[in-house]
């Protein structure tokens, strides 16, 4: 079998044996957790009870000190657990076979990366010529959150994340749509006699459908487009009757942004490059003081126009219309957005700490195809073909 995107998974159903289920046959595992760097992120990659987990298998956990504080847990909580805290990333780095993060490893932390050693976060690897490189030469095993596939063929470490983030669309959309934030001045569901907002929505995804109810709770008029016509008739049975879905095609797009006062940008092509959609030359049909919340810039994004920003500095403007390009949307709530994503991250750490990632990737495919990378090659398709490099299956790099 061949896994990490660069063959068809195989299925494989074979149940495991008994030895597997006995926690003193598991080979320890030092997993490492250091607090997140990348500006404006307060979220964690581990709650207390992970610790927990790990440790009453036989792993030892090491945790820098404040990664937790972000979300309110303290460095009690951890210990309490079992964990043992060190004051710098250099010794989680130093001592970890598994490190668990939420955000990609940003530049200084790329030296304290070495063969053989694993690192579980959300890379998003097409949006980032410059981030692929730096983790390739460090011979690490990048497995990726977002190309995690689940049993049903979903992607179970991105969607509550995506939730998170289209939820948030809307609420940043909202602030940003006001006049002191240099916005339309514009209320999302208008009041008596004065129109509400219009709203289009990119993508009718997990961000698309998250960001639609949202907006559809505060009386907004939305149009939601998507070229998935299943996927159109699912969200016309499910969402109210201030909400339409539309076929995406280029003059349907062209229409919307006529008509926008908030667009949302939430489409979605796994481990690649966010396509294009809006172009600076469509700028010029929109309203002055339009807001576009491009929720995958995380990809890359979807216009044209769009480039990084931080939540301290989130928005410019660019021929009258205000971009919101945040890279770590759910990185605002850190609390909400840490118990969202441990819950499903969880069950994967263990079964990567207690098997070794080549066992647990043979027993679950899913997990194979969240292999982006092992020693200086890459091994997702996606990832490879953004970039011109070579894919090469995991299970054939020696």
């Known amino acids: 079998m061949k896994y990490g995107g660069c063959r068809p998974a195989v299925s494989c159903n074979k149940s495991a044996s008994a030895a597997d289920s006995k926690l003193k046959d598991i080979p320890m595992t030092t997993v490492g957790v250091p607090r997140e760097i990348k500006q404006d992120e307060y979220r964690v990659a581990m709650l207390p009870v992970g610790v927990l987990e790990l440790t009453r298998r036989g792993h030892r956990v090491v945790i820098q000190s404040g990664a937790g504080a972000g979300s309110g847990i303290p460095d009690e909580a951890y210990t309490e657990n079992g964990a043992e805290i060190v004051d710098d990333a250099a010794s989680v780095f130093e001592q970890a076979d598994l490190i668990v993060k939420v955000k990609e490893p940003q530049p200084v932390e790329w030296p304290l990366l070495r063969p053989g050693q694993i690192v579980f976060t959300y890379f998003h690897f097409a949006a980032s010529q410059e981030l692929t490189r730096g983790v390739l030469e460090t011979g690490a095993t990048a497995v990726a959150y977002e190309t995690l596939r689940g049993r049903k063929g979903d992607l179970p470490l991105l969607t509550p994340m995506s939730e ?58 939305v149009a939601i487009l998507d070229i998935n016509v299943d996927r159109l008739r699912y969200l016309e049975d499910i969402m109210p009757a201030n909400v339409n879905t539309l076929f995406s095609d280029r003059h349907t797009i062209q229409e919307q942004l006529q008509l926008a006062d908030l667009v949302i940008g939430a489409v979605l092509i796994e481990g690649a490059r966010a396509p294009q959609l809006i172009t600076k030359e469509d700028l010029s049909i929109m309203k002055p003081g339009a807001v576009l919340i491009d929720v995958c810039i995380d990809q890359g994004g979807c216009t044209e126009t769009s480039r990084p920003t931080t939540h301290s500095e989130p928005t410019y403007i660019v021929d009258g219309i205000v971009h919101y390009c945040v890279t770590n949307m759910p990185g605002a709530v850190g609390r909400t957005s840490t118990y969202a994503l441990c819950n499903v991250t969880l069950p994967y750490i263990l079964r990567i700490a207690d098997k070794g990632l080549a066992a647990a990737a043979a027993a679950d495919p899913g997990i194979g195809h969240a292999i982006n990378m092992h020693r200086g090659q890459v091994t997702n398709l996606a990832v490879a073909e953004t970039f011109g490099l070579d894919c090469v299956p995991f299970d054939s790099i020696a």
């Not at 602030?175 to 002191?180: A, I, S």
């Not at 129109?195 to 990119?202: C, D, K």
């Open 164 to 221: 998170v983030a289209g939820r948030m669309s809307i609420q940043e959309g909202a602030k940003f749509l006001e006049r002191p934030q240099e916005g339309r001045g514009i209320l999302l569901g208008g009041v008596p006699g004065v129109m509400p907002a219009h709203i289009v929505i990119l993508g009718g995804g997990v961000v698309g459908k998250n960001a639609a109810q949202i907006a559809a709770g505060f009386q907004a008029d």
